[in-house]
């Protein structure tokens, strides 16, 4: 009897249906290995773990000192022969570190899930790059070394949408001269350059642990805009800054982001502080500000603010001005006569705007007398035991744009250097209520007198500057890494001996000036003081 031959299985598409679709075998293979994947998980965090262990035991053994060595190997096989002789101490011993490797094992796995195709790329590179600064030849088993294990090194990380590190936290060896700047610069310049340009980072070094974090600063926010700023009597507001360099935030009225895109995209973060505004109207939010506080117990009765050419240094003194006028009288002398503080002209509370050579002079030296009518004022009243007399109350602020330019003049024309006029409002301010606040060029730092650079204690610095130009004009280098490129308003700043802060001036242009906004012109506008019927007419406002 012959056989029936067995049916054949169908299984090409050749003239008819597959048994099974192609996309479902993708899926059931996909879901296959997701399956294997997800029962092998445990045994990967555990093994994991055991290295993460085993890493840092390494680690810790290499950075005890040689003489400890001994002790500490003694105690531990001690303490293993009195778990062998315990009942049941082995398998204590064996849950307890099958427990200890799956929880370290457990958080890496986290980590790597979140870590980009060529994220690992990076970091091996990143570690390949550190080893000549992380390494010595004496050591037995170097955290460092090429071709090394970078995951012992680099315990967290995060990275961008783009694939880009926006924070790192890696160990270094404990012998590494964490203690000398210029070893620590040259590791936060490899990481500024091999983690990518253009944005700003913050290194945190942490020497007790031997830890080096390494976090990407978003962009602070442009929107914030000339506004009343809610503050206690003798307060500015210069400008706005992280949320972790001040414990304080404010109350803000803030627009849409003033930025171009390329800021945004540069720095690859978003903005701190402030989410940008849905619409187009302005929304509250609670920024950090930077707050200068003058008065008699000020140790900072001065500011000094340099940028480089168009950074907003203007901007920052009409700030001050519009600020200053809520309480005291101001008095500007605008060195470059670009004529950009046309707009307190003949407002109440503004003594004199002087462009001219001899208005600038003439101004100057009545700031010094009037300075010491005050400063004898207040000292009689004090041996009288009166308090101040009413008309020394309200501080005179004196607001100096472009000094090196009223001084080059004035050399030229053979007449008294307008700054050394100056010398008796800085150093008799303080007691005096008299504030003066000078605005002036990087390059023409050299420019300003001796005075103006001694008793100028609150700085700023804006513009594109490098670490080294915020630490000649500061005194103190920044803890973030500048950008090259940055928007009008953006520098830092420092109060005295306290600490370097990123700031943000908020956007108070010449409401004359066209090319500024609409809604910043008008907010400026809006806070302008009434004309003083007893002063000449302003000049009306274009487009106001
Ligand atoms: N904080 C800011 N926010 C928004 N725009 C600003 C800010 N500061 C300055 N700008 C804009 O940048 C331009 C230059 O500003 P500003 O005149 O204040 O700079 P500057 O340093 O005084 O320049 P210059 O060297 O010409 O005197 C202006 O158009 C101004 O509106």
């Not at 890496?108 to 195709?117: L, N």
């Not at 809610?230 to 627009?255: C, I, K, N, Y």
């Not at 009288?384 to 501080?395: G, N, Q, V, Y």
């Not at 472009?402 to 030229?412: C, D, I």
Request: charged share 20%; proline share 10%; glycine share 10%.
């Amino acid at each position: 009897m012959g056989r029936r031959p067995l049916p054949r299985l169908r299984l090409g598409s050749a003239g008819g249906t597959p048994l099974v679709p192609p996309g479902r075998g993708r899926a059931f293979a996909r879901s296959t290995a997701d399956g294997v994947a997800d029962v092998l998980q445990p045994l990967v965090a555990l093994s994991r773990g055991l290295r993460v262990l085993a890493a840092v035991g390494r680690r810790k053994w290499t950075e005890l000192p040689g003489d400890r060595r001994g002790p500490v190997f003694t105690l531990a096989v001690a303490c293993g022969f009195v778990l062998y002789l315990l009942p049941y101490g082995p398998l204590a011993a064996a849950i307890s570190l099958i427990g200890a490797a799956g929880w370290a094992g457990r958080g890496r796995a986290g980590a790597a899930t979140e870590t980009p195709a060529d994220g690992t790329e990076r970091l091996r590179t990143l570690y390949e790059a550190l080893v000549p600064y992380f390494s010595a030849s004496e050591d037995p088993s170097p955290l460092y070394s090429h071709g090394g294990d970078w995951s012992e090194a680099f315990d967290s990380f995060a990275f961008d949408e783009n694939g880009r590190l926006t924070r790192l936290r890696l160990h270094y060896p404990a012998y590494f001269t964490d203690g000398e700047p210029a070893a620590r610069t040259r590791i936060e310049q490899l990481l500024y350059a091999k983690s990518g340009r253009g944005r700003e980072y913050l290194f945190e070094w942490d020497e007790e642990a031997n830890n080096l974090t390494l976090t990407v600063l978003p962009a602070l926010s442009t929107a914030i805009h000339a506004q009343r700023f809610v503050t206690a009597p003798g307060e500015t507001v210069l400008g706005f800054t992280d949320p972790s360099s001040v414990q304080r935030t404010l109350p803000v009225l803030a627009g849409p982001e003033t930025c171009g895109e390329d800021e945004e995209s540069a720095e690859g973060t978003r903005e701190v502080g402030l989410k940008k505004a849905a619409g187009d109207g302005p929304e509250t939010q609670d920024v950090p500000p930077v707050v200068w506080r003058t008065g008699p117990r000020s140790t900072e009765p001065h500011l000094l603010a340099l940028g480089q050419p168009g950074s907003g240094t203007t901007t920052l003194l009409r700030s001050i001005a519009l600020q200053a006028l809520s309480q005291g009288e101001v008095l500007v002398v605008d060195g470059g006569g670009t004529g950009e503080y046309a707009c307190l002209s003949g407002r109440t509370g503004v003594l004199a705007v002087e462009c001219g050579p001899a208005g600038m002079l003439a101004t100057l030296e009545w700031a010094g007398h009037e300075t010491e009518r005050r400063l004898i004022a207040a000292n009689r009243a004090r041996q009288l035991r009166h308090p101040p007399p009413e008309d020394i109350r309200r501080p005179l602020w004196i607001l100096l744009d472009r000094p090196s330019v009223m001084s080059h003049l004035a050399a030229a024309d053979g007449r008294t250097d307008p700054q050394e006029l100056l010398s008796v409002p800085l150093r008799h301010g303080r007691a005096a209520n008299v504030r003066v606040v000078v605005a002036d060029q990087l390059d023409a730092a050299e420019a300003l007198s001796e005075a103006v650079r001694s008793h100028t204690r609150a700085r700023v610095v804006l513009g594109p500057v490098s670490s080294e130009q915020v630490t000649a004009v500061l005194g103190a280098p920044p803890h973030t890494t500048p950008t090259p490129e940055v928007p009008p308003g953006r520098g830092y700043a420092r109060l005295g001996a306290g600490p370097v802060h990123r700031i943000q001036v908020p956007a108070t242009p010449d409401p004359y000036d066209e090319a500024a906004g609409e809604a910043e012109r008008q907010a400026v506008l809006r806070l302008l003081p009434a004309p003083d019927p007893a002063a000449p007419q302003a000049p009306a406002p274009v487009g106001g």
